[in-house]
């Protein structure tokens, strides 16, 4: 079957003042902080967060993901993805160990260049070049400083001194569970040349024609093959997205029974790119097809996209049907759950 599989959830917390049960951003917070911790007692492995800027969803992760931290003992906790074009790196090292550190070592970071935002350049309004290069360049900085490198000249006396100062507090380990949110085969290739974890979603900048999940395959293995020349020596971590809605109920059915269960293709950020299908349907259809997602058995870890604006006690539901009735059949075991790094 694969890798031995890690199951988490992705959420946008994303709200609206007229609709659903997420009308604030402090009901968004709040709600994504309550599921993590209903997701911890179902057996799920991970909470993760989308970041986006100038829109009505998450946005600051660290405060979110510290608190997750405190809260639960056990799941992961992590971004998919941070845009780093509009990050301070050596602010973000300082937050990220912070997050970590209260969390006992399972945060779980994955960066980027980020997807396309409403704002008209909008890092620049942050005070930060949109130059496309520049999210690969701040990445190196905060891997640096995460790492303990001296990354600023220290003070001697009204004029800099040959020590250099590391940023603190410093999270050991953390530096081993960074990933990188790629969008296309190149990327991933690169992600593992420089020894970062890969995270793919839903989508791909990128069409050949072949369904998503035997193109994105094909990106992990690239990735794997780009690692193992590199010569890293740890293992590399996997994670794919999916939109997953079992229809149980009445309900179920007349918000997600007309959902298409076939892949799109469409025009996005400068390139024809290729969307990833939903499963929706009766449990036991989606286990028979997800056993057969190429990408979701050579992946490690899953990550399921839920409707975060149905509140709490539905997503709950959800992920408790998913892990009950689902994900057995793509190799994940309760026992599997990780237990910190």
Do not use: C
Not at 95 to 105: P, R
Not at 127 to 141: F, Q
């Amino acid at each position: 079957m694969g890798h031995p599989k890690r199951i988490g959830f992705l959420s946008f917390g994303a709200w609206h003042p007229g609709g659903g049960l997420t009308h604030t951003g402090g009901d968004a917070l709040q709600q994504t902080l309550e599921l993590a911790v209903a997701a911890e007692e179902i057996g799920i492995d991970g909470a993760f967060v989308r970041v986006h800027h100038f829109a009505r969803q998450l946005a600051s992760p660290f405060p979110l993901l510290a608190a997750i931290g405190v809260k639960t003992s056990r799941i992961e906790i992590g971004t998919g993805v941070i845009d780093m074009r509009y990050e301070n790196p050596l602010y973000m090292a300082e937050t990220a160990a912070a997050a970590d550190l209260l969390a006992g070592g399972r945060l779980q970071l994955g960066v980027s260049r980020g997807s396309p935002e409403p704002a008209w350049r909008g890092a620049e309004a942050f005070g930060y070049s949109v130059d496309p290069g520049e999210a690969r360049e701040k990445t190196a900085l905060f891997r640096a400083a995460i790492s303990g490198a001296g990354v600023v000249q220290a003070d001697a006396g009204g004029r800099p001194g040959e020590a250099r100062l590391a940023v603190q507090p410093q999270a050991p380990g953390l530096a081993e569970r960074i990933w990188w949110g790629s969008g296309s085969r190149d990327t991933a290739v690169w992600a593992g040349e420089q020894g970062l974890n890969l995270m793919s979603s839903t989508l791909l900048l990128e069409d050949t024609q072949v369904p998503f999940d035997e193109l994105q395959s094909e990106q992990i293995q690239l990735f794997r093959d780009a690692w193992a020349e590199a010569g890293h020596e740890r293992e590399p971590r996997v994670s794919v997205s999916r939109s997953v809605i079992p229809i149980t109920s009445d309900l179920d059915r007349r918000l997600f029974g007309a959902d298409a269960n076939e892949d799109q293709v469409g025009w996005l950020d400068g390139a024809i790119s290729r969307f990833g299908r939903s499963y929706t349907g009766e449990p036991d259809r989606i286990a028979e097809e997800l056993a057969r997602d190429t990408a979701v058995q050579a992946a490690d870890t899953v990550l399921l996209t839920v409707p975060s604006t149905l509140g709490v006690d539905y997503n709950a539901a959800l992920l408790d049907t998913i892990a009950r009735e689902i994900a057995p059949a793509i190799g994940w075991r309760r026992e599997t759950a990780v237990r910190g790094r």
